[in-house]
């Protein structure tokens, strides 16, 4: 009778980061997706819908802020049940009103559940997440503002792509909590991160049915070809990463080739249009943090 043993290496985090990459292979080969979003921000979802003074501007206000629990509304709404006449819903603001408030608390009281269940990071890790964080704001922001000040689109959808746009980074963090010797070198993790979260990406939004023009934004086989102003909503969005001010802590992108990109792309714009642009995108991005710090 032979035995076959497994080798292990030496290194703690390889065997970790083996097991790790295991483990995403088979979320993406089953399907079985979970996503912890932030507590705080799905309690302050709670009070705000709890608050008899708010209105529903300012419950959007506060959604718009998640990524996940936006996707979720977007599906609900685009479900048979609330939709019968197959209408696409791509704007959270339409999406809440047909879903109505009931269904967004208890989307949110779902979303919490899996909040618990989430290990806490490490105070490095939390740094990071919030990184990225703020570099999604800044993405989604700048999304809105080029959409919303060139009339090209729906603001509202260009938003939301551009908080998802980040969000199979946020779900391979969330479960390398389950690996902590994985937090002690957040370099060789995030490259780990940078080769995974393209498909991660696309299959969260697979299976939360965003729609195509969202999904889209990750299609690398398309890329920007310049034109002005940009017609597809990834073009939007390619515009917006080259714009935000804050780094994607896991691409490892050089800021002179970044800026030399988003000359390139702008170069027949007017200074006054992009001084208005990015003035929308300082105003959204502001109104954001708001919703989410309170």
């Known amino acids: 009778m032979s035995t076959s043993l497994e080798v292990q290496s030496e290194d703690p985090f390889e065997n970790a980061l083996d097991a790790f990459s295991r483990t995403i292979e088979n979320d993406l080969a089953t399907r079985q997706l979970t996503f912890p979003t932030f507590l705080d921000l799905t309690i302050r979802i709670k009070r705000v819908c709890d608050d008899p003074q708010a209105s529903l501007e300012d419950i959007i206000r506060v959604i718009r802020a998640d990524p996940l629990l936006s996707a979720r509304i977007i599906r609900l709404a685009n479900s048979v049940a609330l939709n019968p006449y197959n209408r696409s819903f791509?704007?959270?603001?339409?999406?809440?009103?047909?879903?109505?408030?009931?269904?967004?608390?208890?989307?949110?009281?779902?979303?919490?559940?899996?909040?618990?269940?989430?290990?806490?990071?490490?105070?490095?890790?939390r740094l990071v997440a919030s990184g990225l964080w703020m570099h999604t704001i800044d993405v989604a922001s700048w999304s809105y503002a080029i959409t919303r000040h060139l009339r090209i689109g729906d603001p509202d959808t260009a938003l939301f792509a551009g908080m998802l746009s980040s969000i199979g980074q946020f779900y391979l963090l969330a479960r390398a909590t389950a690996h902590p010797v994985l937090e002690q070198d957040l370099n060789r993790l995030g490259e780990f991160i940078g080769l995974w979260h393209e498909p991660v990406s696309r299959a969260l939004l697979g299976a939360l049915e965003v729609p195509k023009t969202v999904i889209d934004i990750f299609d690398d086989g398309n890329p920007y070809g310049g034109q002005w102003p940009p017609v597809e909503l990834r073009d939007v969005h390619f515009i917006a990463g080259l714009s935000a001010d804050t780094p994607n802590p896991f691409l490892r992108f050089n800021s002179a080739a970044k800026l030399s990109l988003l000359e390139a792309t702008t170069q027949t714009v007017p200074e006054q249009e992009l001084s208005a642009l990015r003035a929308d995108a300082r105003d959204s991005r502001n109104g954001l943090l708001s919703a989410l710090r309170g």
């Not at 791509?90 to 009103?97: F, L």
């Open 90 to 125: 791509t704007s959270i603001s339409e999406a809440v009103r047909r879903v109505g408030l009931v269904n967004v608390r208890s989307l949110a009281y779902a979303v919490a559940t899996e909040q618990l269940a989430a290990e806490s990071r490490s105070a490095d890790a």
